[in-house]
C-alpha cells in the first residue's frame, strides 16, 4: 500500500516540477543556465518517490518471481530492482552535485556542475533503458499468460506448441 502512495506523490511531484517550475524558469534547466535549487529539490523528491517504490515493491516482485513459470523458463530477462535503485542513486547524487557547485567560485563550479549533469545524463539514460526493459518484459509476459495452457501431453511429453498469433 505505501509503494501505491509513492506513485501518487510521485505524480504530484512530475506534475509540479514539468508545469509549475519549468514553465517559470526562463532558460533550459541545464548547461550553463543558472542551476535552479527548487529545481533540484523536486527532481531529489522524485528521486526519492522512484526509491520508496522500488523498495516498497520489491518484496511482492520477488514472491511474485519465485512463482512465475513464464520467469523460470527464461521467456523474460531478469531485471534487478536493485540495480534501477542505485540508478536512481546516480541521478540523485548528481543533482546533489549540481546543487553543490554553487559553493564554487567561477571556472571550478562549471566544471562541477558539468560533473553533476554528466551524471544525471548517464542516469536517466540507464533508467529509461530499464522502463524500456520492464516494458519489453510485460508484452512478453502478457503473451504467454494469454497463451493457452499447455495440455496434458504436451506436459507429460514435452511436445512444443505454436505460440499464439498476435
Known amino acids: 500500500m505505501l509503494g501505491v ?12 516540477l ?21 529545481r533540484i529539490l523536486y527532481r531529489l523528491g522524485v528521486g526519492a518517490c522512484l526509491a520508496g517504490i522500488i523498495l516498497t515493491l520489491r518484496p511482492n516482485a520477488r514472491s511474485l518471481v519465485v512463482r512465475s513459470l ?18 536512481v542513486g546516480m541521478t540523485a547524487i548528481g543533482d546533489i552535485v549540481r546543487m553543490a557547485s554553487i559553493l564554487f567560485r567561477q571556472p571550478v563550479n562549471q566544471v562541477v556542475d558539468a560533473i553533476g ?39 507429460l511429453h514435452g511436445e512444443e506448441h505454436e505460440e499464439p498469433q498476435s
Open 117 to 155: 549533469v554528466l551524471l544525471v545524463v548517464v542516469g536517466s539514460l540507464l533508467l529509461t533503458l530499464a522502463l524500456g526493459g520492464v516494458l519489453v518484459d510485460s508484452v512478453r509476459i502478457a503473451r504467454s499468460l494469454c497463451s493457452p495452457a499447455p495440455s496434458l501431453k504436451r506436459v
Open 70 to 87: 513464464v520467469l523460470r523458463t527464461g521467456r523474460v530477462s531478469r531485471q534487478t530492482m536493485l540495480v534501477t535503485l542505485a540508478v
Open 18 to 38: 514539468y508545469f509549475v517550475v519549468d514553465a517559470n524558469l526562463a532558460s533550459t534547466a541545464y548547461l550553463g543556465a543558472v542551476v535552479s535549487i527548487e
Open 5 to 16: 502512495i509513492f506513485y501518487g506523490m510521485l505524480v504530484l511531484l512530475l506534475w509540479r
